[in-house]
């Protein structure tokens, strides 16, 4: 493997865009020493899936296209399992998320 494939498959991956969610994680990743990158649609943080990441964090307000989401981990092979963390508002029913988060 070479250097450039560890790095970003060691990267996390930010589907945060709004607020200021990706720079507060941001800052907590590059602390230790791990790359946040921001993605601004989920047809890009599927795009830089197919780079490499370690990890995706998502808002709930930004799966509004989870069949793209879903394809992607559905396509995964058996060997791999993406972490996926879904930040979600308190209250609010996410039975929604469901589809996506149960692969």
């Keep these: 493997m070479t250097d450039t494939a560890s790095t970003e498959d060691a990267r996390?991956?930010?589907?945060?865009?709004?607020?200021?969610?990706?720079?507060?994680?941001?800052a907590v990743f590059e602390r230790h020493g791990v790359a946040a990158v921001r993605c601004d649609s989920l047809l890009q943080a599927c795009n830089e899936l197919d780079a490499g990441a370690g990890a995706l964090v998502v808002v709930e307000e930004a799966i509004n296209e989870s069949d793209r989401l879903?394809?992607?981990?559905?396509?995964?092979?058996?060997?791999?399992d993406l972490p996926v963390l879904v930040l979600a508002r308190p209250g609010v029913d996410h039975t929604g998320l469901?589809?996506?988060?149960?692969?």
């Design 12 to 26: 996390v991956l930010m589907l945060t865009p709004i607020g200021r969610d990706f720079e507060l994680a941001k």
């Design 98 to 103: 469901s589809n996506v988060c149960a692969t």
């Design 70 to 80: 879903q394809a992607w981990i559905d396509a995964q092979p058996p060997w791999s």
